[in-house]
């Protein structure tokens, strides 16, 4: 095959690429699933994967059900998504008029910066936390303004009060619970931020992990400078079909109607969040043996003398790895086919992130990590 390109114009595409993408870090791609398997020699069905949060349950019954028996996979999607739109209403009890579904949560974190960024505007992000805040920002021409949380991964309100005031930034990006640490805002730390004049982005992913009620989705009515985000990734373990929503006041979300692409969440998807929805009950039982194994998994690893792991009220749990470096304990657990998240971050850099999984995944990583131990 010929691969070289005869250059007749002079041209550099490369020069002319917009400065903001010129100046992010060239892209690292994750590895899929079927190729981490066949570099750790194994197959897919014995790597206990606890590296990014999914729902090892995996989706309702009924999810493959609807996806196997889809009705018109050859008609574009309804671009308003009415039936998902009024099912996530009575879900969340946000009118459906207020509710905006997206090709997942990272779909609407991206519309957001682009509905709210200018060139040279500003945008506040609290790390550790999910990293799509600061890359959103970066791809859309926004200076990200960084507020570190404090060494027990609460929020600095102080220095987030005084960079809105110094810096006038329009978007404030939080999880609740956080990624990675798995904390939840308060409702005071809430309300201070909300008095400010700033527009407050509730990352919501986890929250079914820590109880429906500890939800803000319907704060969205009373403060028109809320917006609340959430998924079907994590709870409905449809991670895989890409599946996310946000709860906006409804003179916002006339403007965002305005800037998405038409059909922007696929017809299997839709049909698999409207199965899960329709199976609610069943998930959220499922959720509910996720808390229980959360507990479980946390008592197991304190009991390591090398693992410190943070209450979490989300599907995974953080730990502080001491007395052993936490990079080689990343490496020697994938080489048993258990994969957990290490994060090369110095504020992270002596810690691992571990997913919920089954009772059995905990009692096999508990196995390899007495294991470890022992050496
Ligand atoms: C805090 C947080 N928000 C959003 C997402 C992404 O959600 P989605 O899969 O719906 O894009 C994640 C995924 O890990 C997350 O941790």
Request: aromatic share 8%; hydrophobic share 45%; charged share 20%.
């Amino acid at each position: 095959m010929k691969t070289e390109t005869t250059d007749t114009t002079g041209l550099n595409p490369i020069s002319m690429l917009r400065s903001t993408v010129r100046a992010i870090e060239p892209y690292v791609p994750i590895l899929p699933f079927e190729v981490l398997a066949e570099s750790l020699g194994r197959p897919i069905a014995e790597i206990i994967k606890l590296d990014a949060n999914e729902n090892l349950y995996g989706p309702s019954p009924l999810v493959r059900a609807a996806l196997s028996d889809l009705g018109f996979p050859h008609i574009y999607p309804d671009p308003e998504n009415r039936a998902l739109r009024k099912a996530l209403s009575d879900f969340t009890g946000v009118p459906s008029e207020n509710i905006f579904a997206g090709a997942g949560a990272d779909e609407v974190i991206d519309l957001i910066m682009r509905l709210f960024i200018d060139q040279g505007d500003n945008i506040i992000d609290c790390p550790p936390t999910f990293g799509m805040y600061s890359f959103d920002a970066a791809v859309n021409g926004a200076e990200t303004i960084v507020i570190e949380r404090k060494d027990d991964f609460t929020l600095d309100l102080q220095a987030i009060v005084d960079a809105v005031s110094i810096h006038s930034p329009k978007l404030l990006f939080l999880a609740s619970p956080n990624n990675p640490d798995g904390g939840l805002i308060s409702d005071e730390e809430l309300y201070t931020l909300l008095a400010l004049p700033i527009i407050v982005i509730l990352d919501e992913a986890y929250i079914e992990f820590a109880g429906i009620k500890n939800s803000r989705i319907d704060w969205v009515l009373e403060h028109s400078n809320l917006i609340v985000l959430r998924t079907f990734s994590k709870w409905a373990g449809l991670a895989g079909l890409r599946v996310g929503y946000g709860a906006f006041s409804t003179g916002l979300l006339q403007e965002l109607w305005k800037i998405k692409q038409p059909y922007n969440v696929s017809v299997a998807a839709t049909e698999a969040a409207l199965a899960s929805l329709s199976d609610s009950s069943n998930l959220l039982q499922v959720v509910s043996k996720i808390r229980s194994e959360r507990k479980r998994l946390s008592q197991m690893l304190s009991g390591l003398p090398f693992l410190f792991p943070y209450p979490s009220h989300g599907n995974f749990v953080l730990c502080e790895v001491k007395g052993m470096n936490a990079l080689s304990l990343h490496q020697a657990l994938s080489t048993e086919g258990i994969l957990v998240r290490y994060f090369d971050k110095p504020r992270l850099r002596d810690h691992i992130r571990v997913s919920v999984g089954l009772p059995q995944h905990t009692d096999f990583l508990l196995t390899i990590l007495s294991r470890i131990a022992k050496r």
